[in-house]
């Protein structure tokens, strides 16, 4: 193999990771709102039923709750889909809404701003 394409090569990769990871860093900081923590999670029960989804739980771990869901069946008769999650976390005084689809994140922002 050519040195200029091993070097080219690992320069596309370099680039791939590097993408990768500075997406990871934006989505993980997630939207902040100053709502209380229970308005969100109203917000995003209402959101997740009128999108077809069914709430599975809700678990409390400390500061945050991860909300468990998946995509209901349509009225077909194949089951559930996969097991998703998101999390609704308390940052000073602020909800930070982390793992959440960006479909799902622009309802609950307009219905937080209702």
């Known amino acids: 193999m050519h040195p200029r394409r091993t070097v080219f090569g690992l320069a596309v990769t370099a680039l791939a990771l590097t993408a990768t990871a500075t997406s990871a ?3 993980a ?3 902040h709102y100053a709502v209380s923590s229970d308005k969100a999670m109203t917000a ?3 959101v997740l039923e009128r999108k077809g989804y069914e709430l599975v739980r809700v678990v409390d771990s400390g500061d945050a709750q991860v909300i468990y869901y998946r995509r209901g069946n349509n009225g077909r008769g ?3 889909g996969p097991m998703e999650r ?3 976390r308390t940052v000073e005084r602020r ?4 793992e959440v ?3 799902l994140l622009v309802d609950i922002d307009l219905e937080l701003k209702l």
């Open 25 to 27: 860093q934006a989505q």
């Open 29 to 31: 900081k997630g939207k």
């Open 44 to 46: 995003t029960r209402a």
């Open 78 to 80: 194949q089951g559930g």
């Open 86 to 88: 998101m999390v609704i």
């Open 95 to 98: 909800v930070v809404f982390e």
């Open 101 to 103: 689809p960006s479909g």
